[in-house]
């Protein structure tokens, strides 16, 4: 059997996940401190997991409807308001989806044409290029800089639009930058965008992990902006619900009827429980999301100081869980940083080039882990430094 007769070279020619390389090597070694993986450490919070485990008591465990639980699209209608003050119609305008991942890979396909450029921003995260490649289009890469605090400038936007440009992709929070657009941003990019037909496909999935005075501003918030924009959200990052896969997209119903189309007959409809344990996280949940703010806020503090007190500039990350610190002082590439960390001193960090070209000279390090773990790495890192 030649299974390169067989298999799609659009997909074999994609490379497997930067991220995953390096924790996959950390999982075979012993003593290995990570602070590589995107995800909480914190448990699902309790009131969740019970309204979860009380649907299945109750036998809840049937299809629901193909865009989500009534109930579920009308608390994340009250939600996008409360939060965001953006007005979304639970009827026709949410569809409740298997993790963000999935909202942003239909939204995609229902977009693409063959030869559509999408722009995406980079360094960010691994699946937009992947996604828009499967789909038929053709990424278009936008590289951003430290000098610009990794945001989405217009001259740069400008720079880019061509005649088939389709879309451009917003991923604020950055992963990995932890850059983030405050609402003066968001308004010079909606100029430029304003009298195209380019669709913006926002990626919000770290919205509620926004450090400072500043609270998160969707660009569909922002004037004449929501009736080009899906906006990507979930609950993974915010109520720490990794595994339940629960995420949903929101956006103008001529292209969320579409969108669920393809939901419709891909996926059917997202987990039962785990529509039920996200009713709970919208209603009580604000709480338990503060309490892990401040235990974040505590974490960024203490590995943004101890990456600078070592030599490694690391700028203020503003969203998300996540530093970047420049390691170019080293003389290292990324990829010989982080290999020859893991191996010397059993701490696992990701290269910046994971997310794009543009991230050579730099790593990502996770703080959703706890401030003695983040210790004990920067401690390791101190001692690899010392020895180049």
């Known amino acids: 059997m030649d299974y390169t007769k067989i298999l799609s070279p659009v997909v074999t020619e994609v490379p497997p996940s930067g991220i995953r390389k390096y924790f996959d090597i950390a999982e075979s070694m012993q003593g290995v ?39 579920l699209r009308v608390e994340i209608s009250a939600y996008m308001k409360r939060k965001y003050q953006l007005n979304y119609s639970p009827t026709d305008e949410i569809l409740v989806t298997v993790g963000g991942s999935e909202a942003i890979d239909m939204t995609l396909r229902a977009v693409i044409c063959p030869g559509d450029e999408i722009i995406i921003p980079q360094p960010s995260y691994v699946c937009y290029e992947p996604m828009v490649r499967f789909s038929g289009g053709v990424p278009v890469i936008l590289e951003t800089t430290a000098e610009h605090d990794f945001k989405v400038t217009p001259e740069m936007l400008r720079s880019v639009i061509t005649p088939r440009t389709k879309a451009l992709i917003m991923p604020y929070p950055c992963n990995p930058t932890g850059a983030i657009m405050e609402r003066e ?28 005075a500043r609270s998160h501003v969707s660009i569909a918030a922002i004037e004449g902006m929501k009736e080009r924009c899906v906006v990507v959200n979930g609950f993974s990052k915010t109520f720490s619900m990794t595994g339940w896969r629960m995420g949903y997209a929101c956006g103008p119903e001529p292209i969320m009827r579409q969108v669920t189309k393809i939901h419709q007959f891909a996926i059917m409809s997202a987990p039962t429980t785990a529509q039920y344990a996200a009713i709970e996280a919208l209603r009580h949940g604000d709480e338990a999301v503060k309490n892990m703010m401040e235990e974040y806020d505590m974490r960024r503090r203490l590995i943004v ?16 869980f996540y530093a970047f610190p420049c390691i170019r002082s080293t003389g290292l590439t990324s990829d010989a ?52």
């Not at 941003?185 to 999935?205: G, M, P």
């Not at 960390?341 to 543009?358: D, E, I, K």
């Not at 706890?370 to 101190?382: D, G, V, W």
Request: net charge negative.
């Open 337 to 388: 940083f982080c290999e020859q960390l893991l191996y010397s001193q059993r701490v696992a960090v990701v290269p910046g080039t994971a997310f794009g070209a543009g991230g050579e000279g730099f790593v990502r390090a996770s703080y959703c882990y706890s401030t003695e773990h983040i210790r004990e790495a920067l401690n390791r890192i101190e001692r690899f430094l010392k020895t180049l």
């Open 305 to 320: 100081s101890g990456f600078n007190r070592l030599g490694l500039t690391c700028r203020e990350p503003k969203g998300a």
């Open 185 to 212: 941003d968001l308004e010079a990019v909606a100029e430029v965008l304003r009298d195209t037909n380019i669709l913006v496909l926002s990626d919000e999935i770290y919205a509620e992990l926004t450090f400072g």
């Open 33 to 71: 401190i990570s602070l590589g993986v995107g995800e909480p450490d914190f448990p699902t919070p309790w009131e969740i997991r019970k309204a979860g485990i009380l649907s299945l008591e109750a036998g809840k465990t049937r299809y629901t409807a193909n865009k989500g639980l009534e109930q």
